[in-house]
Every structure is written in C-alpha cells, then in structure tokens.
C-alpha cells in the first residue's frame, strides 16, 4: 500500500504541473487508413507531444495517453492490441498497432499539427466514437487532479474507473442513508409547450429547439446578442452540418463572435458557416472591408461595362447571369438582397 499512495501521489503532482490542455480541430480521418474498422475521429492537442507517452516512457512519466484511453472506454470503446480491433491510439505511439507512417503524417496533416502538437485516434461504430472523442475532450480541457474513483493495479498504479458519487451517477448513493425532506415546496419543470411558448421563434423551429434540447442554450446565447433569427439557424441547421463534416467543437463565445460581425456588417449571414469554422480553429475570421460598398458598386459598374451588349439585349433578364458574378467575389462579405437592389439599380440605367 505505501507504494500505491508514492505513486498516486507522483501522479497527481504531475498532474498539477502539467499545462492546461487544449483541443484543436476534430475530424473524421475513416478515409485516410486502410486498416479501418466503423469510423474513425481524430483530435489534435495543443502542446501536447509527449505528454501522451507509450509502454516504453519512464515510469514517471505523467502517460496522459493512458489516462484519455480509460475515459474513452467508459463511452463504450474497446481497448486495442496489435490485431487491430476498436479503441483509442495517439501521436506518441504512431505509427504502429496497423497504422503506418505515412498514415500518421496524413492524419497530422489534415488536422494542421504543429511540430509540438499530438493528436488522438479513436476507432469505432459513429456514435459510441463521437460519445468517447466528447469525454476526451472534456478530460483534456480539465486541469489539475479531478474528483473520481480509480483502482489500484497489480502493478500499485491506478486507473480511471468511475466519477465520484454523486449528482452525475446513474444510482443512488448506497453509503449515506437517506434524508426525508419535508416541508419543502417542488418546483415542477416546465412543459414542452411552455418550453416552445417562450421562444420568440415560429412554430416549427420552437418544436426542433425544444426536441434537441437547445433552448437553454439558445436563451443564454439571446441575452449576449438579441439574434433570435440567426441563433435559431446557427443552432438548429449550422452547427448539425459543421459536426457532419468533422467540425464539432464550436463554442457559445465562436456563436457570440460571429454574430456580432454579423449585426455590424462585418461579415454576411452567408458567411456565417465559414466563420463559425475559422472561429473554432482559433483562426482570424475574415471580414469584409470597410469600403466594402464602393468596392461591390466598382465590380458591378466594370462588369457592366464589360457586358454591355448582353445588359442591352436581355435587360433585366440579365441580373440572374451577372449575379452569380458578382457573387462568386463577395459572397460572405456582403448580404446578398443588397447587392442584388445595387446590380438591379446599375442595370436600370443602362436599359
């Protein structure tokens, strides 16, 4: 036993020194290896070669890599071996267990690592994969030593085994006997309908916000930006399509951001979903220029100018052809029903 607690103690200060951790970019890497069983997702970690560790690292190295394979296993994927079968592998162990070099560098590549960043590769059926890639993230973003239950090894380490008792268990407490509460008034949670009623949206949306169990989220995001409009499709339509294509790591302050260069007319809705993805990748987001009317107003009057023949003979028939011009260069920057009235407005005067 003294040597278990030398351990869990060596464990712990490692734990309390090591840096704050910090995902990067997500993505479904399924195409990217041959060897491949169901889907699957990899994540870079900022900062972190190194700190993942592999069976050969000193004994007290802090092996993080071990400590996010436990919590993913606890989301239903499988610890791996050297057949190949589904679980979690990352950066500092790569290439091996069937995934070659080339493949490693592929993977790194596409989720843009860095010389000192690592990254995660989890194996699985898509839902369990996703549930896992969620409490590694949610581990990783944790910093110092957190409240859970871990069992001892026969080697005297310990491994993640469950949280501490309490609100987030599926039972009740068996160690402490129960309270009888009395006297205490039960507030009754709200009705679906009353949910839907207190949304400024129409029906059909109310309905969706409620059924995902987004409204919370969308009444917090209303008392940073009154939105409603936007909110509702960021949340119901943008961030569905996002998480299909790999990006699933968009934060209420990405929302916030976005949105308000939105209301400031930094930016177009339409480039609303571009956005949100260079927001979460911790990327510049683009905006259009301050001068962004005269430079619309010189491209529609030059394309005119170009296409005069064609304005004449078509007349308004041709603001559908030039449109798609004029929006192939400033779609996202600009609202496209406003370059629409000042195309429509230059051709007037030509016809």
């Given at each position: 036993?003294?040597?278990?607690?030398?351990?869990?103690?060596?464990?712990?200060?490692?734990?309390?020194?090591?840096?704050?951790?910090?995902?990067?970019?997500?993505?479904?890497?399924?195409?990217?290896?041959?060897?491949?069983?169901?889907?699957?997702?990899?994540?870079?970690?900022?900062?972190?070669?190194?700190?993942?560790?592999?069976?050969?690292?000193?004994?007290?190295h802090v092996r993080m890599g071990r400590e996010l394979a436990d919590y993913a296993i606890k989301a239903g994927i499988e610890d791996y071996s050297e057949t190949f079968?589904?679980?979690?592998?990352?950066?500092?162990?790569?290439?091996?267990?069937?995934?070659?070099?080339?493949?490693?560098?592929?993977?790194?590549?596409?989720?843009?690592?860095?010389?000192?960043?690592?990254?995660?590769?989890?194996?699985?059926?898509?839902?369990?994969?996703?549930?896992?890639?969620?409490?590694?993230?949610?581990?990783?973003?944790?910093?110092?030593?957190?409240?859970?239950?871990?069992?001892?090894?026969?080697?005297?380490?310990?491994?993640?085994?469950?949280?501490?008792?309490?609100?987030?268990?599926?039972?009740?407490?068996?160690?402490?006997?129960?309270?009888?509460?009395?006297?205490?008034?039960?507030?009754?949670?709200?009705?679906?309908?009353?949910?839907?009623?207190?949304?400024?949206?129409?029906?059909?949306?109310?309905?969706?916000?409620?059924?995902?169990?987004?409204?919370?989220?969308?009444?917090?995001?209303?008392?940073?930006?009154?939105?409603?409009?936007?909110?509702?499709?960021?949340?119901?339509?943008?961030?569905?399509?996002?998480?299909?294509?790999?990006?699933?790591?968009?934060?209420?302050?990405?929302?916030?951001?976005?949105?308000?260069?939105?209301?400031?007319?930094?930016?177009?809705?339409?480039?609303?979903?571009?956005?949100?993805?260079?927001?979460?990748?911790?990327?510049?987001?683009?905006?259009?220029?301050?001068?962004?009317?005269?430079?619309?107003?010189l491209l529609i009057d030059n394309l005119v100018q170009k296409k005069i023949d064609?304005?004449?003979?078509?007349?308004?028939?041709?603001?559908?052809?030039?449109?798609?011009?004029?929006?192939?260069?400033?779609?996202?920057?600009?609202?496209?029903?406003?370059?629409?009235?000042?195309?429509?407005?230059?051709?007037?005067?030509?016809?």
């Amino acid at each position: 036993m003294p040597k278990v607690v030398e351990n869990e103690i060596h464990r712990q200060e490692n734990l309390n020194n090591l840096k704050q951790g910090k995902p990067g970019n997500q993505k479904d890497v399924t195409d990217l290896i041959s060897k491949r069983k169901g889907t699957a997702m990899a994540c870079k970690l900022v900062g972190w070669k190194g700190l993942l560790g592999t069976k050969m690292s000193a004994k007290e190295h802090v092996r993080m890599g071990r400590e996010l394979a436990d919590y993913a296993i606890k989301a239903g994927i499988e610890d791996y071996s050297e057949t190949f079968v589904k679980g979690l592998m990352h950066s500092d162990e790569l290439p091996a267990y069937g995934i070659s070099e080339e493949e490693t560098q592929k993977i790194s590549d596409v989720l843009k690592c860095k010389e000192d960043d690592a990254f995660v590769l989890i194996f699985g059926e898509k839902t369990t994969v996703e549930s896992a890639l969620d409490n590694v993230i949610q581990r990783v973003k944790f910093h110092g030593v957190p409240q859970e239950v871990r069992r001892v090894t026969p080697k005297g380490l310990t491994r993640y085994l469950r949280p501490m008792p309490g609100a987030s268990r599926m039972y009740p407490e068996t160690d402490i006997a129960p309270v009888n509460l009395r006297n205490f008034d039960v507030v009754l949670p709200k009705t679906l309908d009353q949910r839907e009623s207190e949304l400024p949206l129409n029906d059909e949306e109310s309905k969706q916000m409620v059924a995902r169990n987004l409204d919370l989220r969308f009444h917090i995001l209303m008392e940073q930006i009154e939105d409603p409009k936007n909110i509702s499709r960021v949340l119901l339509h943008t961030l569905p399509n996002l998480s299909s294509t790999g990006h699933i790591f968009v934060t209420d302050d990405d929302i916030l951001q976005v949105l308000s260069f939105v209301k400031d007319g930094k930016i177009a809705k339409e480039g609303i979903e571009n956005a949100l993805v260079q927001a979460s990748m911790g990327d510049e987001i683009e905006t259009g220029s301050d001068n962004i009317d005269d430079e619309v107003e010189l491209l529609i009057d030059n394309l005119v100018q170009k296409k005069i023949d064609f304005v004449k003979d078509k007349g308004m028939d041709a603001v559908g052809p030039l449109m798609g011009l004029v929006m192939s260069e400033f779609r996202g920057k600009m609202d496209g029903a406003k370059i629409n009235a000042l195309l429509i407005k230059r051709i007037e005067q030509e016809i």
